[in-house]
């Protein structure tokens, strides 16, 4: 079972398969080049005997924490043992993705009987639209296989029963079960961690609110569920009106065209008014970001609403005759209810709801992205709707259900299928920096400079100098971190007024009056940042912040490189051929 979903995930990236130790899935100059590093970057500290959660290799002199920022000790800890970080990133993906599919298969057998459609609620888990778009950017976040086994080990360690009670312990092997997977999971990424607490709240609250023995054919449960949403809506609005911070929740949160609005990478589904809406400022608040996008397909939401209203009255499902398993549908709710703070639809805020309140309370609205948890929700929907189904067709004949599920196994895997994603290594070294690899000293000085998190930027970073930088082995100036405290940022801007003039001139016309900088202030850099050499992008070269540093380095002779790289390096040094 576990082969046939690594098989999925080699043919819808190949050619990955036949260049895994060269080459890994990456957009050019996105975030996939600093969640590489990343994995040099762990081993690299870890067989030095340094903090690998402390790094000098950007942020160069100083340094910076790396604890808050996206980071995969668990590929890194990999990457010990092999020593290639593209090999060690590739071998990680395809165990990810093929036991996301295994997990979630095996969660399915339990309130699934069809084989066909145990397999297809494992394809959903695994090779959603939504970890099909992050894979060549955000590895952190296909890093789900821990999330099935958990939600396994989390059933067979807990007994819950209904009311404000804390729950029964089936299985201490269980539980030391459900701890470790959280700890592996924490290992691969804090927002795969909080998706394990979150299930875990939910399926607690199916229980502590007694929502399983609410009758909703009657008026009263109506009435109170207006009540609490009216409530919510109103409390909500002051919260913010008054100014309680929620780190972008709400900017970030989910539009509900965003579950029915294909792909960018879909290779079948990318119509014109898909890519219309897609980059829409009117729709989205961030137009073209990967973290609009929910989409689950066509198929499975329509064969949700065809069994929900299928004529007559029908038996419970396996899942609803489980104690277990009845949270189920709530849990699909709850998870959809995650990702929307406030309802949009077409970029209009209709109500805010209830699960907004996390994104007011401190530590937790530093998961800013709630578009996120259709991780979840791509969990959830193939168990409740596949479920469903079985109890709807069991007086049809077995070869109409082998029929019915092909054709569904068909249409979600071509809703399903996405363009395979671009290749890009980090071993293959353009001439420039071949020609830094070479010099000695250890610092690079880059033109443009910058530093930047999520939410903040001074100047610009180039990710390519960081892809390079196990082979250049240069430490760099600049940094790409999350959650960079303001007080870093001012000292980068202002600590140093060489610096600070530059990232100044970076932003400036190309034909700029330039005042060189003092011998002292030039002096005072150089022993500070003690740069080998300063390599100029570009799209930089000959601009004003190229001839400023120029006069920084009087004494630097300068090479110019065919794809438009100017290196300023010490003259002694030859021109490597």
Not at 104 to 133: C, D, E, I, T
Not at 268 to 287: I, K, V
Not at 422 to 441: D, H, T
Request: glycine fraction near 6%.
């Amino acid at each position: 079972m576990t082969l046939s979903y690594a098989a999925v995930f080699l043919a819808w990236t190949w050619p990955l398969g036949t260049q895994l130790a060269t080459a890994f899935p990456a957009v050019p100059d996105h975030d996939g080049y600093m969640q590489i590093w990343s994995v040099w970057h762990f081993r690299e500290m870890l067989l030095s005997g340094h903090n690998p959660f402390y790094s000098d290799w950007l942020l160069y002199p100083e340094g910076a924490s790396l604890l808050m920022t996206t980071y995969t000790p668990i590929i890194g800890l990999l990457n010990t043992l092999i020593g290639n970080e593209m090999l060690a990133l590739n071998l990680m993906l395809i165990g990810q993705y093929a036991l996301s599919g295994t997990g979630a298969w095996l969660l399915a057998r339990r309130w699934v009987r069809h084989p066909l459609l145990q397999w297809l609620a494992g394809f959903v888990f695994a090779f959603s639209p939504y970890k099909m778009l992050r894979l060549p950017e955000h590895y952190n976040l296909v890093l789900t296989a821990t999330v099935p086994f958990f939600v396994l080990a989390f059933l067979r360690a807990f007994e819950f029963r209904a009311g404000w009670r804390w729950p029964l312990v089936r299985s201490w092997g269980a539980v030391a079960a459900c701890f470790g997977l959280g700890l592996l999971t924490l290992l691969s990424d804090y927002y795969i961690t909080f998706a394990l607490l979150y299930f875990s709240l939910g399926y607690a609250l199916w229980f502590w609110l007694r929502l399983g023995s609410v009758n909703w054919g009657q008026w009263r449960p109506w009435l109170v569920l207006a009540g609490v949403l009216v409530a919510c809506h109103i409390a909500l609005r002051l919260l913010r009106l008054a100014g309680v911070p929620d780190n972008g929740g709400f900017w970030w949160g989910g539009d509900l065209v965003s579950y029915f609005l294909p792909p960018p990478n879909s290779r079948w589904l990318n119509f014109a008014w898909a890519q219309q809406l897609f980059g829409s400022a009117r729709l989205y608040t961030m137009p073209g970001s990967i973290e609009n996008v929910m989409f689950l397909g066509y198929a499975l939401p329509l064969l949700g609403l065809a069994v929900w209203g299928w004529p007559g009255r029908q038996p419970a499902s396996v899942r609803h005759q489980d104690p277990q398993g009845q949270p189920l549908a709530w849990l699909l709710l709850f998870s959809v209810l995650l990702t929307l703070p406030a309802l949009r639809v077409f970029g209009k805020s209709l109500l805010n709801l209830p699960t907004g309140f996390l994104h007011l309370v401190p530590f937790f609205n530093n998961i800013r992205c709630p578009t996120r948890w259709v991780l979840l929700v791509s969990l959830f929907l193939p168990l409740v709707v596949f479920a469903a189904l079985e109890v709807r067709w069991t007086s049809w004949r077995p070869r109409w259900q082998w029929a019915l599920s092909a054709i569904l196994l068909l249409a979600v895997g071509l809703e399903y299928w996405p363009v395979a994603p671009p290749l890009a290594s980090s071993a293959a070294l353009p001439p420039v920096f071949q020609a830094v690899a070479v010099l000695p000293g250890e610092a690079l000085l880059t033109i443009p400079v910058g530093l930047v998190d999520g939410k903040k930027q001074v100047g610009k970073v180039e990710l390519v100098n960081f892809l390079h930088q196990p082979y250049h082995r240069k430490k760099l100036l600049s940094a790409y971190l999350s959650r960079v405290p303001d007080a870093r940022f001012a000292a980068f801007e202002r600590g140093d007024s060489v610096l600070s003039m530059l990232l100044r001139l970076q932003r400036a016309p190309a034909d700029t009056v330039v005042r060189p900088p003092s011998a002292a202030a030039a002096r005072a850099f150089r022993l500070h940042f003690k740069p080998a050499a300063v390599l100029v992008s570009p799209a930089w070269r000959d601009g004003a912040a190229h001839r400023y540093i120029k006069a920084a380095f009087p004494d630097f002779r300068e090479e110019n490189f065919a794809d438009g790289y100017s290196l300023l390096r010490p003259a002694s040094r030859q021109p490597v051929p």
